[in-house]
């Protein structure tokens, strides 16, 4: 396949960045002009919740890595302060899906962020999200690694 046929590339979380691929089933993402960025998947049958369909963790855990996507593939490391999903049908497992999100609005480091999944075809709306992103600068995880080294040292004081 000539390398103007490749899907775009996906930008993988630290989990995913270890088995090479999105366990998600993200298979190709794309930032526009407009700044929406759009995402092609599928939801594997690992992620069967009831019959056929994908379990609604594995929605929510898809809408957020969308919301998130809007900062990052504009170059702003922000992490999730919240994230309102809202299931409208069931998402087929198995089947191609589409998926869009956009900041709305910003006040601030906070970055307002919609996002919508659909089924593929016919273009059924099945799962909407609202995201609040906080931006973060590239300590944010240092920090957080030394605050829970913290808590884990005083959790061990307290059980002697």
Known sequence: ???DDLPPP??????????????FGIESEHLDDAGVVTYRLRCDRVHEGGLNVAHGGW????????????????????VTG??????????PVDQPLV??????????????VRAVLHL???GAELAT???????????HFSRHQEWLQEQLAEADDGAA
């Open 1 to 3: 396949m000539p390398a």
């Open 10 to 23: 996906v930008y993988l979380c630290g989990g995913c960045r270890r088995t090479g691929r999105c366990r």
């Open 59 to 78: 929605t929510a855990g898809v809408l957020d890595e969308l919301v998130g996507h809007v900062a990052v593939l504009s170059g702003q490391l922000a």
């Open 82 to 91: 919240q994230l309102d999903v809202r299931f409208v049908k069931p998402v």
């Open 99 to 112: 998926a869009r999100a956009w900041r709305e609005s910003q006040q601030g480091s906070r970055w307002y």
């Open 120 to 122: 593929e075809a016919g």
């Open 129 to 139: 999200a609202n995201g609040i992103l906080v931006e973060r600068d590239h300590g």
